[in-house]
């Protein structure tokens, strides 16, 4: 059962215009989600997140969206870059998980940026 | 902040052989640490955890097995390799916030 679904596999978009990445999840106890960045043979890196009790956190050119009744969230990169051709995933905890912190990854969305 | 070592980079093994892939956590003490894989083409799914010393904690019945001798140290063995152990393995590390900080990856091919 995934618990955090990232449905579309993979997204095009020219450069210079936004970049949306979506994620859905079904478990009512996530309460903390996260944005992690992937190239080809590296480790995820962090990007942004937002907790439950916000709607929308801002980094730059990175703005998470958060809308619970719908159990749904989205990353917007504006503009986009070529760089940020990557692969991006979701991910959520529960502050159920206690002490472990144990994140749920989606499967993730390839972004690439077209110059 | 906090730098996660991993080695090898890239690993070929026979089916049968053994394995350890080796994880260090540079930066931080006592950190919550993971081990996840990376199937071909999916998500992340994590393998196991740690909270200190000793304490490990499996979310997924394998052939695998992971230890924690030292506070900044993790391992991931296995007795015998499947072919469907092959991937991309990942350690991480947190702390009391939600954020996970990933080490380069181990690509595991087993042949």
């Known amino acids: 059962d995934q618990q955090v679904k990232q449905n579309s596999p993979s997204l095009s978009v020219q450069e210079g215009r936004i970049s949306i990445l979506n994620c859905d999840y079904t478990?009512?106890?996530?309460?903390?989600f996260l944005w992690y960045k992937k190239y080809p043979a590296e480790g995820p890196t962090f990007l942004i997140s937002?907790?439950?009790?916000?709607d929308k956190n801002e980094d730059g050119r990175f703005t998470v969206f958060l809308n619970k009744s719908a159990k749904h969230l989205s990353l917007h990169i504006v503009p986009s870059q070529p760089g940020d051709s990557a692969v991006y995933f979701c991910?959520?905890?529960?502050?159920?998980?206690?002490?472990?912190?144990?994140?749920?990854f989606g499967s993730g969305t390839q972004l690439t940026v077209l110059p | 902040s906090q730098t996660i070592h991993q080695w090898p980079a890239t690993l070929v093994q026979p089916v049968g052989s053994p394995l350890s892939l080796e994880c260090t956590v540079e930066?931080?003490?006592?950190?919550?640490l993971y081990w996840y894989r990376q199937a071909a083409g999916r998500g992340l799914q994590l393998l196991f955890y740690s909270v200190g010393i000793g304490q490990i904690s499996s979310e997924v019945p394998q052939n695998l097995s992971a230890s924690r001798p030292q506070d900044r140290q993790f391992i991931l063995s296995s007795k015998k390799l499947l072919l469907s152990d092959s991937g991309f393995y990942l350690c991480a590390g947190g702390t009391a916030s939600y954020e996970q900080y990933f080490g380069p990856g181990t690509r595991l091919t087993v042949t």
């Open positions: 937002i907790s439950s009790i916000k």
């Open positions: 478990n009512s106890m996530f309460d903390y």
């Open positions: 991910a959520a905890s529960a502050l159920s998980s206690g002490s472990a912190r144990q994140l749920t």
């Open positions: 930066g931080t003490s006592n950190p919550n």
